[in-house]
């Protein structure tokens, strides 16, 4: 399974933004191909996703740099390398860039080759990328947040809660699952078409929110659920995305539609009333990336009845993952490929995360293409959840499509995983 050949070129993401597109083809003529996804609202731990920075030059956002750099380095160095040895190609990668955060060659120069290799391994081998990496253990799909509303920095900060999703508790698959989240989404569509509200969306394929306060996407949210038909709580659960790392200063979380300024322990009690008020099932970066002790402080509040996701907090990286359960911050970790940088390193942190009880939702970026790669790590790990964004637009219903592809590959075999999934907190 020898690389032969590695080809990169500078393609966009469903904002246009460039990206890193990388071809690999083996001695035998097998062929990987995969693009890279990219953030807006970044975890600070991130690695790092070099742009060129020439503000002359699509915003200063070009990756040429990075395509120079697989061309001129990263491919002389894997030719001949073989593509089935993962983690010993990415292993090599990741000595050849040398630096602790991959800011010599850029994680989108790496990532890029190291999924294009897995591609073209899984093609050599005859099966599916999940398959290759997850072997025949893997044959759990993911539950989709269904996305509602979008916000905070995905849509001008017009709330600033960053998204709010649901989770049709009740499917017995995912088509019967989608089925209740398109009903549910466009419910909500109608309902804010009524209230004279805008129906356009966010970057991640939510609906745009103009509210007063951020509670009144959670009063919406479970009026669209009663009146698709369907009971809060007990066959729908809303997932939050706070993102919280950015409205926290000096401090503080700073709540703009609702000029809040409120202590990490002010910030934890308004979450748990919302937790007690609403059928919550799961809230990612509800503190800051570097308010640890806010983040044990929310866990012991709340972290036995709601999944608490770690996507700021984590950045995907094992070391910091660890962090956190030594701390007792936090239940469960986002998994974004590109926060890290290799596919080696994000199956590390899946596993990390999994030995602690730790559960891993695995992720797409709001700077997302056609690339399905993170569809198929949710399935190799047997993750379970999926955060693909809203009901619309390519580069989110691309993941819902691969999913129902898998499903079918996967036949009677297919494990669906909720509501188990969900059940300690659920006591
Ligand atoms: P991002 O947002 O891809 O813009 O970082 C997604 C998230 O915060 O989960
Ligand atoms: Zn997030």
Known sequence: MKIKQVKARQVYDCRCTPTVEVDVTLDSGAFGRAIVASGASTGKFEALELRDGDPSRFRGKTVYQAIKNIEQEIAPAVIGFDASRQADLDQLLIELDGTPNKTRLGANALLGVSMAAAYAAAQEAGVPLYRHLGGAEARTLPASWVQLFNGGVHTERSIDIQDFSIIPMNARNHDEYLEIGYEIFQTTKDMLRELGKPVGSGDEGGFW???????????????????????????????????????????????????????????????????????????????????????????????????????????????????GIRRGAANASLIKLNQIGTVTETLAAVKVSQ?????????????????????????????????????????????????????????????????????????
């Open 209 to 323: 929110p103009i509210f007063d306060y951020n509670e009144e996407a959670l009063e919406l949210i479970m009026q669209a659920i009663r009146r698709a038909g369907f009971k809060p709580r007990e066959e729908i659960m809303i997932t939050m995305d706070v993102a919280a790392s950015s409205f926290f200063a000096d401090g503080k979380y700073h709540l703009e539609l609702e000029d809040k300024h409120l202590s990490a322990q002010e910030w934890a009690q308004m979450l748990e009333s919302w937790v007690d008020k609403y059928p919550i099932i799961s809230i990612e970066d509800g503190m800051a990336e570097e308010d640890w002790q806010g983040w044990e402080l929310l866990t012991a509040r709340i972290g036995d009845r709601c999944q608490l996701v770690g996507d700021d907090l984590f950045t995907t990286n094992v070391e910091r993952i660890q962090e």
């Open 355 to 427: 030995n602690a009880n730790y559960l891993p939702v695995v992720s797409a970026r709001s700077g997302d293409t056609e690339d399905n790669t993170c569809v198929h790590i949710a399935v190799a790990t047997n993750s379970g959840q999926l955060k693909p964004g809203g009901l619309t637009r390519t580069c989110r219903i691309n993941k819902y499509n691969e999913v129902v592809r898998i499903g079918q590959e996967l036949g009677d075999k297919a494990i669906w995983p909720i509501p188990d999934l969900f059940a300690r907190f659920l006591k």
